[in-house]
């Protein structure tokens, strides 16, 4: 896969989530780096909620300023958020998060692990944040994780003594690293975990405060100090030509899916740490007291009295001569009772063996994706760039019969290829994130193997297994099939092999909206991932729903080709709502999943296994006005939402907006966000203004409050303040406070009960002040809050009118919530008298 900062990706670490990327090639400066590395016996354990929460410059000095492990547990994989480069949202964009957090970690030399909690979006107060996340899940899974991790020092992102000061899943995080710090150590805590770990307790827990938890930088000024170690998180690594600050910023920067992209900065920056449990360092160094030597582990200093002696007389001119030295020291390591160090500082080993000696071991798969049964064919590339006396004894691909003895000398810099053909086993797993593979729940994902809990990706299905002779010591050296090829415009490029079934189906529009009785084609689309694919699809449905026909036949003749066949679906005349899903029958086989793929260039491609279904919603529902002209911001599917109930829907470029350009559209909507992403905005809003001033609507949905330029502190045509308020129960009750306005009334009357289904909060960013030409619709709060009015606010403006609103329509149409609709449809029609149904106007 691409990578924009590849030599910067090699440099910090040699990254063990490498699959489906290009090999790393680090120079010598950057391989004894990480004999530094392996010569530390430390480990650190960072801990937040979300991706993003963590603080990349102190992971980056722990991983590469004290060469320690340094693992980042995001309790989440940010599932909850928005996305500013794509369409992912909910449990796709939780792949994505997950895969740009990997990035970050490759850049900052940090390792990346989860619990099974699900990012369900904004929480106020830790109550409602362990409630829904099942508490004592996700603390054992905090549990889980230190006793595998085995951290000698905990950091916390978060202070656990402030619940309702910021976002609940955050001080949750910091509560249960609290109590998980105690708990991994006691044997009657969690059990179960104890058939595949030990207990551990570490030895210190720190709060990375900051000055923004005092409120100002003049109070932590004044604040005591005497129970915080500083750090200067900008020192310089020379033999990576970095800062570290440089590094971090770098590492910040793949979050891009949240506009994480920044400038880089460099020069001394202090960092602070609250001893929060332990003993405080009288230094600054946060593992003073704890042996980080070789010698922490039996057996361990013969094994370090060798790797000691090679980093004292590196050789950076050729690295190779240390090869023997280095295959010594994996000997005796593997003589080590420990199996936790054992077992990392092999891995480490083995991959500077690999470096030293200038070893390059590549399995590639002619093709990016195989099936069950079938025969896969993989290209081998085997060369020892040193004088080193190193032999290929065999090569072979675990969990199939597919296994060559070469017993081939590798001569220096001579290029050895193989060919190994193998066949897929029938019950080989599919490549899909293994945390989807089962139904969850709002707060949590369910993962029933112990074993897999916390990891960050699922593990690649193939891997090939090389073992090396090094005159006399053999070793073997584990790498994924992954598939290399090239493109024109882009050069040689690496993705993940991937297993997947040999058909899946999808129905693009995932919510298909029946605004009368009138019947819909429904286009499936299957795709083969095999050669010469026939059989038949069929279309469950609801109850009281008529598909016809019920049967169609399909022939898909090359692998990666797709066939769409065509459904004709009549609802019921009854408003209902159910779910309808593709079913394919091939060779005797059924298949009911989609395929998704997300394909970026800062993170592998990934393909994830959906059920293929979308909803169906029949809705009694007018609307008046045709055409409407939608300004894009962070990315939505509002547009498509409004053309499943008959209206065209136009994209407006900014760049295009001119007087009189607008006029043509029956109502303007502004997309999520826009006023924060689209800085031309700011030159268009007087002809925004004059639009609706003419006789136009223009509705505007929420924007993030204090970050956009001060051209755009006055989005409105009359003063309006944008706050942080929101109301993040969906269950929430509202209320209709301008009962006889159009907005709730034509053409559709709403209802309190049309606010019930809406999906993971009612709304955000909502205004709290507001100029007295604007009328507030609703009333809403969360338990226990005061009523906030500011998430529906209207306004009339020359023969035109304004709307501002914060309510997450983003989210309720595309999930096909009834009420949602009604009410965005009476926006659109604000000021209109003919109204319209999808019988008689097809959009």
């Known amino acids: 896969m691409r990578y924009l900062w590849a030599s910067i990706l090699a440099a910090v670490m040699f990254s063990p989530y490498s699959w489906g990327q290009k090999p790393q090639k680090p120079s010598s400066a950057e391989i004894y780096h990480s004999l530094q590395k392996l010569n530390f016996l430390g480990t650190a354990l960072y801990i937040a909620a979300h991706p993003d929460d963590e603080n990349t410059r102190l992971i980056s000095y722990l991983s590469n300023h004290d060469k320690a492990r ?32 990997l990035a970050a970690r490759r850049t900052d030399g940090g390792e990346q692990r989860f619990t099974r909690a699900n990012d369900f979006g904004y929480s106020k107060h830790p109550k409602e944040t362990l409630k829904i996340w099942d508490k004592e899940k996700v603390l054992g899974d905090v549990v889980w994780a230190i006793r595998n991790l085995k951290p000698d020092i905990i950091i916390n992102r978060f202070d656990h003594r402030t619940p309702g000061t910021t976002h609940g899943h955050h ?187 200038g070893l390059y071991l590549e399995a590639s798969a002619q093709s990016g994706s195989t099936t069950p049964e079938s025969t896969s064919k993989i290209n081998v590339e085997v060369l020892n760039r040193s004088s080193q006396n190193i032999t290929l004894k065999d090569i072979q691909l675990p969990g199939t019969t597919a296994k060559i003895h070469p017993n081939d000398p590798l001569g220096n ?69 992954v598939h290399r090829f090239s493109k024109p415009d882009k050069g040689e490029l690496y993705e993940p092999f991937a297993v997947l079934p040999e058909a899946t189906s999808k129905i693009d529009e995932k919510v298909l909206i029946f605004s009368n009785g009138d019947s819909k084609d429904i286009h499936v689309k299957i795709r083969a991932e095999k050669d010469s694919l026939s059989g038949t699809v069929v279309l469950n449905h609801p109850e009281g729903w008529e598909v016809s026909p019920r049967q169609i036949t399909f022939f898909v003749p090359q692998k990666g080709q797709e066939q769409s066949v065509t459904f004709n679906v009549t609802p019921p005349n009854y408003e209902s709502e159910g779910k309808i899903s593709p079913v394919v029958t091939s060779g005797g086989k059924t298949f009911d999943k989609e395929l998704v793929e997300i394909n970026y260039d800062h993170v592998p491609k990934q393909s994830i296994l959906l059920p293929s279904e979308a909803k169906v919603v029949r809705m009694d529902i007018q609307r008046s006005g045709e055409h409407i002209g939608y300004i894009m911001g962070a990315g939505d599917k509002v547009p498509e939402s409004l053309e499943q109930i008959g209206y065209q829907v136009h994209t407006i470029d900014p760049n295009d907006i001119e007087k009189g350009s607008l006029d043509k559209y029956d109502a303007v909507v502004v997309g999520i966000r826009a006023y924060n992403v689209v800085e031309s905005l700011k030159f268009k809003q007087p002809v925004l203004f004059d639009y609706v001033k003419n006789g136009g609507n223009m509705i505007v949905q929420y924007n993030t409050a204090g970050r956009w330029a001060k051209q755009f502190e006055n989005i409105a045509p009359y003063d309006l303040t944008l706050s942080r308020d929101r109301v993040t129960d969906e269950t929430a009750k509202v209320s209709i406070i301008a009962n006889s306005h159009s907005l709730v009334n034509f053409p559709n009357a709403v209802k309190e009960s049309d606010f019930d289904g809406w999906v993971q909060e009612r709304g955000l960013y909502f205004p709290k002040e507001w100029a007295p030409e604007f009328t507030p619709v609703l009333s809403m709060s969360d338990e226990d809050e005061a009523p906030t009015e500011g998430s529906l606010l209207v306004a009339p403006h020359g023969k035109g009118y304004y709307i501002y609103t914060g309510l997450s329509f983003f989210r309720e149409l595309p999930a096909g919530v009834s009420g949602a609709y009604k009410l965005f449809a009476n926006m659109l029609s604000i000021g209109k008298n003919e109204v319209k149904t999808e019988s008689n106007v097809k959009g």
């Open 70 to 101: 340094t693992i980042y547990l995001s309790l989440t994989r940010g599932d909850g958020g928005q996305n500013l480069i794509g369409s992912e949202l909910r449990e796709l964009l939780g792949v994505l998060r997950t895969q740009e957090l």
């Open 171 to 357: 001080t949750s995080s910091a509560m249960l690293s609290v109590e998980a710090f105690d708990l991994s150590n006691k044997s009657d805590a969690y059990p179960e975990q104890l058939e595949f770990t030990s207990t551990w307790q570490p030895k210190r827990a720190f709060f990375n405060t900051s000055w923004w938890f005092y409120g100002s930088r003049e109070n932590f000024e004044k604040a005591d100090k005497s129970n915080l170690v500083k750090l200067d998180i900008g020192t310089y690594y020379p033999e990576l030509g970095l800062s570290n600050n440089e590094i971090a910023s770098i590492a910040s920067s793949q979050h891009l899916c949240q506009g994480f992209g920044r400038l880089t900065t460099r020069g001394t920056q202090d960092e602070y740490v609250e001893l929060l449990k332990g003993d405080l360092p009288t230094s600054n160094n946060l593992f003073e007291g704890i042996n980080t030597t070789w010698t922490r582990v039996t057996g361990g200093k013969v094994v370090g009295d060798i790797l000691y002696d090679i980093e004292a007389n590196f050789d950076f001119r050729d690295p190779s001569k240390h090869v023997p030295q280095l295959v010594k020291a994996y000997g005796l390591l593997q003589k080590v009772e420990d199996e936790h160090w054992k077992t990392l500082k092999s891995e480490e080993l083995k991959s500077l063996i690999l470096a030293c000696s």
């Open 413 to 481: 810099n001579l290029k050895k290829n193989y060919e190994l053909d193998f066949t897929v086993p029938i019950n080989t797993s599919f490549s899909s994130p293994y945390w989807l593979n089962s139904p969850g729940t709002l707060g949590m994902y369910t993962v029933d193997d112990q074993q897999m809990i916390g990891k960050p990706e699922t593990p690649s299905v193939f891997n090939a297994m090389f073992t090396l002779d090094f005159e006399g010591t053999e070793i073997e050296f584990e790498k994924p099939i």
